[in-house]
């Protein structure tokens, strides 16, 4: 059952209205620098661990060869990085009890 996304300004309106005390400006200033730190960490290397939630890591991605599915030409994938997820335990009990409702 898919509600939509959860866009950035969507997680900035909560946090402004489960905090009120806070300043919008003061709310948008903290998630920027969340999702900079996790960005940071990750361009170097890093893994990044959310207890309860999951981890983020980054994996090389080898160089292939795909077919175009537009073009049906064969073309090269250069080698990268690309970042990997995997939920945590309880993430993964939400995600259960909410598929079974």
Do not use: H, W, Y
């Not at 005390?21 to 290397?45: K, P, Q, S, W, Y």
């Not at 661990?49 to 981890?55: H, I, K, P, Q």
């Not at 090389?60 to 064969?74: H, M, S, V, W, Y």
Request: glycine content about 6%; aromatic content about 6%.
């Amino acid at each position: 059952m898919n509600r939509g996304s959860l866009k950035k300004k969507d997680l900035i309106r909560k946090l402004q209205d489960q905090n009120p005390e806070l300043f919008r400006e003061d709310v948008v200033e903290i998630v920027n620098m969340v999702f900079d730190a996790m960005t940071n960490a990750l361009a170097e290397g890093r893994r990044i661990e959310v207890r309860g939630f999951g981890n983020f890591s980054v994996t090389p991605q080898k160089a292939r060869e795909f077919i175009n599915p537009k073009t049906g030409k064969l073309t090269k994938c250069e080698p990268g990085k690309r970042v990997v997820f995997r939920a945590g335990k309880n993430l993964v009990k939400v995600l259960e009890k909410s598929s079974d409702e």
